[in-house]
């Protein structure tokens, strides 16, 4: 009977042991999935809206519909649990949204209420005032301005005019307004076929953007090109060797980021404006479930984010006010 009693003894110890096991390896697995798919940098169009008619825009405005605030905020909430350390909203134009109060109540939730790392947003420009960056600037980390010449009529021609304001004199007073409120002042230009023989260099030096990033211009089926598309942008299409043209011209530039089509491709976390992640994998925007309706870790298991390209493209740099950035 002692004998059958430590055997017995010694089986529950040892299934006991199986289940401790089972159970911290399993929980092992389910966090480091979790780690590995956290979103750590969102790009938020919410917004197909725009006053400009880019001829290569490839988040077109198929739609007008715009998330109601509370909503929006909820689905902020669920990626700051998911791990995001920045969120950029962008459109569309994001200013549009009730005169820019839309993004700039996102902007103060953000970093007031979720502590978010980095709070940066990507507009034209067109409809910013002083005003907004009295009541939201304290908040923003970074505001990226696109801009892809330094010549007028090249602006026109590639569709970024909509109204009486010379887009080069508001990039300039907007800069001008980022350095008063502490905000780092980013460039964005896309290379294509009217500005891939261009010299910015100037520009770029009068201004001193924090960073210049700068994309070649890239198709994406049902948006600016295909059947179901709004523009057709084969026309602005460049080829490898004209976008490092483009870079080699400006490379004595510190501030320039280049990415070529191939960097791009899956390595940006993008949501539409039903917070649904945009799948490019197939050369497509495919949206899945919206991060409202499903669990957040299966929307970004079925997003098609390549971690690894994200980093290798330097997506994580000092991307917060009080980081320093050396010209």
């Not at 006053?51 to 739609?63: D, E, G, L, Q, R």
């Not at 970074?142 to 010549?151: H, M, Y």
């Not at 990033?213 to 490898?240: H, P, W, Y």
């Not at 970004?300 to 000092?318: I, P, Q, T």
Request: hydrophobic share 35%; aromatic share 12%; glycine share 6%.
């Amino acid at each position: 009977m002692r004998i059958s009693n430590v055997m017995s003894l010694d089986l529950q110890w040892v299934i006991s042991s199986l289940l401790l096991f089972s159970y911290t390896l399993y929980h092992f697995v389910i966090n480091r999935k979790k780690v590995s798919n956290s979103a750590i940098s969102v790009n938020y169009h919410f917004t197909r809206q725009c006053n400009y008619k880019c001829k290569f825009c490839f988040h077109t405005s198929k739609t007008s519909f715009v998330l109601p605030l509370e909503e929006a905020k909820r689905g902020l909430k669920k990626l700051c649990d998911a791990g995001m350390k920045k969120i950029n909203f962008s459109g569309g134009e994001p200013f549009i949204v009730k005169r820019g109060e839309f993004v700039g109540e996102l902007v103060r939730y953000s970093k007031e209420t979720l502590k978010i790392e980095s709070v940066t947003i990507v507009s034209n420009g067109s409809l910013i005032n002083e005003k907004w960056f009295k009541k939201y600037g304290n908040y923003l980390d970074i505001l990226a301005i696109s801009c892809d010449s330094n010549k007028e009529d090249i602006l026109k021609k590639i569709g970024r005019f909509a109204n009486r304001k010379e887009h080069i004199k508001q990039l300039k007073f907007i800069s001008n307004i980022c350095k008063i409120h502490n905000i780092k002042f980013k460039i964005n230009t896309v290379v294509c076929s009217e500005n891939w023989q261009e010299d910015m260099t100037e520009l770029i030096r009068i201004i001193k953007p924090a960073r210049w990033k700068v994309f070649q211009c890239l198709l994406i089926d049902g948006e600016n090109c295909g059947n179901d598309a709004i523009r057709d942008a084969k026309d602005m299409v460049i080829t490898s060797k004209q976008f490092k043209h483009f870079c080699n011209t400006h490379k004595n530039i510190k501030c320039l980021i280049p990415e070529s089509n191939e960097l791009m491709r899956n390595s940006y976390l993008i949501l539409d404006e039903y917070m649904r992640f945009l799948n490019n994998v197939n050369g497509k925007k495919e949206p899945g479930f919206s991060i409202l309706d499903i669990d957040i870790y299966e929307a970004l298991d079925k997003s098609g984010f390549d971690r690894k390209a994200f980093y290798e493209r330097g997506g994580k740099y000092k991307w917060s006010k009080g980081d320093n950035i050396k010209w």
